[in-house]
């Protein structure tokens, strides 16, 4: 397994935007799906966004229009902008990738994963 890097996490109000990045090097240059998923205390894990190498994204419904995923390739880098933030934002943010993958469908099971950052929004 590789380990993802990600950095970008912190706390924000409510209407306030943050940018979370996520470093995969090694796979620079290759097909590449890159993702974020979010846990909050109580809750199942969740698919955030994803994107293919080949530009196909996928967003879960509760954030359409508020969040931004992309990636570059050349780097194996990709970064979720998330703007207009809600409580119900608040989560821990995982980022997720798999060489080739279907991350532009429904169904996305991604074998590499950072560690986690903490999202935290609140008054």
């Known amino acids: 397994q590789v380990q993802l890097v990600e950095s970008g996490g912190g706390s924000v109000q409510p209407g306030g935007s943050l940018k979370l990045s996520c470093a995969a090097s090694?796979?620079?240059?290759?097909?590449?799906?890159m993702g974020w998923f979010r846990q909050a205390p109580g809750k199942e894990r969740e698919r955030v966004a994803s994107?293919?190498?080949?530009?196909?994204?996928w967003y879960t419904p509760s954030v359409l229009g508020r969040f931004f995923i992309n990636q570059d390739n050349t780097k194996g880098t990709a970064q979720l902008r998330m703007n207009s933030l809600r409580p119900e934002d608040t989560a821990i943010y995982y980022c997720?990738?798999?060489?080739?993958?279907?991350?532009?469908?429904?169904?996305?099971?991604?074998?590499?994963w950072g560690q986690g950052t903490q999202v935290t929004v609140s008054s």
């Open positions: 994107v293919h190498s080949n530009g196909s994204t």
């Open positions: 997720a990738a798999e060489q080739g993958g279907t991350c532009y469908t429904d169904s996305w099971h991604p074998p590499h």
């Open positions: 090694i796979f620079a240059h290759t097909t590449l799906c």
